[in-house]
């Protein structure tokens, strides 16, 4: 059964990083894509970026710039870091394997 | 980048009645490979999206029968045969035929 799990913080301060793990279960990172999506309060969904199952990146170029994903496959884990969040960064960030399995997300506020 | 256009963005239905969602690309979803990656989530209030269609009209596993999609090239669409209460909250498009990866807006679909 395919899970994913995010962990990172509820709030960050205005300007500093962002980290969010995702633990996958179920599947292997070496077999399925894993996304990063995430949602803005009340608004839609926006795609981020992904992991590729050989081991590649690629990132929606609105954040390519401060949004690195990487990943350790011997802990079935994948890593999103974001630097200098702002306060339109609040949102809520799911990761998705395919985009077909989501997990339940977590929600980070940006504060001053 | 795709944009796929959903429309209505906001559906009143009873319970029982059949509706249907549009979703339009802006360019042809169809993949050198044969394939054509447009899925259907549902988002339902709190809750992380969940997988409804994939491959434009294959059925997620556990998902019930009365829904339905097709389409194809740059028109799609989502099909709910009798509305059930636990069908609403707000169903979104989504492509992964092309880079970068891309939403529909969403359809809020609410009791009338």
């Known amino acids: 059964q395919v899970q994913l799990k995010e962990t990172g913080p509820d709030l960050v301060q205005l300007t500093q990083t962002l980290s969010i793990t995702c633990t996958v279960s179920?599947?292997?990172?070496?077999?399925?894509?894993v996304h990063w999506v995430r949602q803005p309060p009340g608004k839609g969904l926006e795609w981020m970026g992904a992991?590729?199952?050989?081991?590649?990146?690629d990132y929606n170029s609105a954040f390519k710039s401060r949004l690195s994903i990487s990943r350790d496959t011997s802990k079935s884990q994948v890593f999103l870091k974001m630097n200098s969040l702002q306060t339109d960064d609040t949102a809520k960030y799911f990761c998705?394997?395919?985009?077909?399995?989501w997990g339940q997300g977590v929600m980070v506020t940006v504060s001053s | 980048d795709v944009v796929l256009t959903q429309t209505p963005p906001t559906l009143s239905a009873t319970i029982g009645q059949s509706v249907s969602i549009s979703c339009r690309s802006s360019?042809?979803?169809?993949?050198?490979?044969?394939?054509?990656?447009l899925n259907w989530l549902l988002q339902r209030p709190g809750q992380p999206p969940q997988l409804l269609i994939y491959?434009?009209?294959r059925l997620e596993s556990g998902v019930p029968n009365r829904f339905s999609g097709s389409g194809s090239g740059t028109d799609f669409t989502l099909k709910i045969s009798g509305v059930e209460a636990e069908d609403l909250g707000v169903y979104y498009c989504?492509?992964?035929?092309?880079?970068?990866?891309?939403f529909g807006g969403g359809t809020k679909l609410e009791l009338k």
């Open positions: 998705a394997s395919q985009l077909l399995h």
């Open positions: 179920g599947f292997s990172l070496t077999t399925y894509n």
């Open positions: 360019q042809s979803l169809l993949h050198s490979n044969g394939n054509t990656y």
């Open positions: 989504v492509q992964s035929t092309h880079a970068p990866r891309t």
């Open positions: 992991m590729w199952n050989g081991g590649g990146t």
């Open positions: 491959l434009v009209s």
